[in-house]
């Protein structure tokens, strides 16, 4: 059951995370449109004065809410070198105290995201180019923390479990090559 609410909520925020990508990629397209119009029109502004910082927000959001769902689809980089060791006699082993530690190490990420963004919020603290409040950005990248850690702990417990770890069908790379 923590399985499945764990993948539905990673999937869900796989697509806030496309959404991510999406957006920046139009900003992007964007501030370059208004940089050529600029040396045509001399009274244009030369660019979009928030997209650095927004490009920031959304590669942050887009990376963050679509870690859980990689991690759960095994598509993310990890050192294969311990695992393959001694032919794949110890990669239960090795994963498992991986997963151990990943687990207290992203719960210890998650718990810092919310505690960072409830600081900024109680402060009201702005962005200084755009005035945008900081703890928006921020919670995005708490919850996409919360949801890597809650993959983390269920891949934790399937390796206990000897249960299988991944679900590989959930991967973007699985889609597009099927």
Known sequence: MLEGIADGLSLLAGYLAALCVILLTGLILAEIAVAMLARIIPLMPSGIGIAWEYSAYLMGGAFMLGAGMTLRAGQQIRVELLLRAW????HALFDTLS????AATTIYLAV??????IRTYGHGEVSQDSLTPLWVPQAGLALGACLLALQMVV???????????????LGAATAIEG
């Open 155 to 169: 891949r934790m417990l399937a390796n206990l479990l000897r249960q299988p770890a991944e679900r590989p069908e």
């Open 112 to 117: 810092a995201m919310i505690s960072l963004t």
């Open 87 to 90: 032919g794949g006699r110890f």
């Open 99 to 102: 997963s151990v530690a990943g």
